[in-house]
């Protein structure tokens, strides 16, 4: 509920405070005293786009501030999601700057213009006589037919659902494409691994260990002759180095009994002796197991020839290089895989959401079904209360052959004929704007029995109407007006009269610029405005008279 509204800076007026009432509250005024100025107001503190021209003073910015009473609003979980105060008494403040700039506050914490708007959204309906194509959209049509059935969560989780199926369904389309593209790179992946594979590369040290043996094998013939040489030198001839260290061990040996030196001379000479024969049959082993092959010599080759052919083609420079390279493609062709597995997974995902999709769907038919008859009944009793005695109401639901929609899998439309004798037809191609205002009127008074509303504003909707049909229109807006907070603009004395907070709207010139100002009439004040209404400036006693007899009688 719109508790007061405060308007600085906007348009014609310069400050403007307005304390509304729980129920109804009508204004009235003259045409161009500023009616709708004060809708233009509104609509820019629920979070319509600025225009910087509207401002009063060009050098003062604009402040529109709005406290609502939300404590039945359902509106914590927004505000917890927003991360905003969530206050019974809530404040809405939007702030147009010198240059056009806007800033919006909730609760003094500043916020989007989206959050404000979303927020806005759910706290003041508003409908004009140019809005009332809104009943023509099916999102609009859809929504009352839940609010009867009782669906509004039920459709909210459909939503939800619907929306958690399409995101999974694009990622799956982008996989899709993704692969596709990939498929030529994962070939040429696999043909390169299929190529190291057939390799057989483990040992990261195997190049360089063939690099040894070649050399080796490069140079068979001189290590040979430098072994046979070696061992013979060292045991192989009389004056070989072993016979010659034997017998200088054999002399030092002679002297020990009666030089005492000696005997730590013999000793070590004894331990050079056994190393270097140590050595020699070390040679001699070497010897004995070199065999000098030239297959092997081509095995070696070839191998090294399969690693620097390989290295070369992938540019890397050594053999651990080539196995890093070998694991990073297993590593991008198991992305490739990982990705049919993905694909498998988001598809069994979007199988099993489309079949809760089908359940939640099924309901929604089922229970709007089931409502269509007592809405149709209710909105032509309405609608006859309205003045519109031979109106019919029909609501169309079927089943869209496309598949899902937004609402389910069902397509809805309301069908109004105002004449008796006449087809009820699409709302666009029979109603006329005063028969499409009521019409909104009986909604909206429908819904209100089943949901809790926003603050409901009515711009002039009545417009198109008048005499015995306004006294009507008048009767339905107060009858909504005791369950819900309704503020009624109106240019009819019968609407006017209605028991409620009575507001008039009206141009100040004493100040030597013009300036819209608005005030609540007491009694006697409504009568003389209602007198006005009905017969011009300076009424007479006989307009007078009408006036209170309007007032009394309503």
Known sequence: MLRKLIIRNFAIIDELSIEFSE???????????????LVGALNLLLGQKVDSKALFKQGTKCIIEGIFEIQNMDLKEIFDLEELDYQTETFLRREISLEGKSRA???DTPVSLS?????????????????????????????????VSGNISLMENFKSRLSDFRKRDKKIQDLESSMGKNAAEADFLQFQLDELEKAKITDPQEQEVLESELM????????????????????????????????CQLAIQGLEKFYHPAIGLS???????????????EIEGLLENRILSTDRMEAVQSRLHVFYGLEQKHRVADLPSLIAFKKDIQTRLEGFSGEDTQLHTLKMENDNLKEELIVLAEKLHKARKTSIPKVEKEIKSILNELGIKDGEFLIVLEKSEEGFTPYGWDRVRFLFSANKGFAPADLSKV???????????????????????PTLLFDEIDTGVSGEVALKVGRVMKKLSLKNQVIAITHLPQIASRKGAHFLVYKDNSGGITKTQLKELNMEMRVQEIAKMLSGNNPGEFALKNASELMESA
Not at 267 to 281: F, T
């Open 23 to 37: 129920q109804l509250n009508l204004i009235t005024g003259e045409t161009g005293a500023g009616k709708s100025i």
């Open 105 to 107: 506050f909730i609760n």
């Open 115 to 147: 959050v404000l708007q979303e927020i806005g959204n759910r706290l003041v309906d508003i409908h004009s006589q140019h809005e009332t194509l809104n009943i023509n959209q099916e999102s609009f049509q859809v929504r009352i037919l839940d609010s």
């Open 216 to 247: 080796e094998l490069n140079h068979a013939e001189e290590i040979q002759k430098g072994l046979y040489q070696s061992s013979i030198n060292l045991d192989g001839e009389e004056n070989s180095v072993l016979n010659k260290i034997k017998q």
């Open 267 to 281: 000793e070590r000479i004894k331990s050079v002796q056994i190393e270097l024969k140590d050595v020699q049959q």
């Open 431 to 453: 109603a006329s704007g005063g028969e499409l205002s009521r019409l909104v009127l009986a909604i909206k008074t429908l819904s209100s029995q089943y949901i809790s509303m």
